[in-house]
């Protein structure tokens, strides 16, 4: 398994991370990702998850006119959002501290 598929089952968890700072839009939050090493196929990428979000009611859309005069659609956390982001960190970080623990004992018996 390579890291790329590795950050497909936690997009949704760092995307909400990301939202839960400030409001934003796709590529904004690609640039994000980045910043952490955490990349992804393409642009395109980021949209699927942005959908789910949407679908799920974790995050509120809405439309803005940038200085260009295109239309921009920024997504912001709610508070249905907020309360899953803690719920899904708490599950990732108790399976982190599992996984850890089992690698360590494993490493150990080598």
Do not use: F
Request: charged residues 30%; contains cysteine.
């Amino acid at each position: 398994m390579n890291k790329t598929s590795l950050l497909k089952g936690h997009l949704e968890m760092c995307v909400l991370s990301i939202l839960k700072k400030h409001k934003s839009y796709g590529y904004e939050i690609m640039k994000e990702l980045e910043k952490y090493d955490l990349k992804l196929k393409g642009v395109s990428s980021i949209y699927p998850i942005l959908t789910k979000l949407k679908d799920q009611r974790w995050v509120d859309v809405s439309s803005e006119i940038t200085d260009s005069g295109k239309a921009r659609i920024y997504y912001t956390i709610n508070h249905q959002g907020e309360k899953h982001l803690e719920n899904i960190m708490k599950e990732w970080k108790e399976l982190q501290t599992n996984i850890k623990a089992l690698l360590i004992y494993n490493e150990e018996e080598l």
